[in-house]
């Protein structure tokens, strides 16, 4: 029996460099989706602002003023 010596057999290096390219890929669409999601936050945060200068009543102002302000403070997640 005979191996067959002609079939490519990936090295070490082939695999880090594919591992390198997925990371790079994986880190691209993670900062995509990230900015997407803080558009559309910020168009709410908009909407939420017109939707407070147009209440009558200045006590669910307040309320809605603060839950805004806690929404805002919540800390973001950290890039590796």
Do not use: I
């Not at 936050?41 to 809605?64: H, I, N, P, T, Y």
């Amino acid at each position: 029996m005979s191996q067959n010596t002609s079939a490519y057999t990936p090295d070490h290096q082939a695999f880090l460099l594919e591992y390198e390219k997925a990371q790079d890929s994986t880190e691209h669409h993670d900062s995509l989706g990230w900015t997407s999601v803080s558009f559309v936050f910020d168009g709410m945060l908009v909407l939420l602002g017109f939707a407070l200068g147009s209440m009558e009543k200045q006590e669910a102002r307040e309320v809605l003023r603060f839950v805004g302000w806690f929404v805002v403070g919540l800390p973001s997640p950290q890039s590796g």
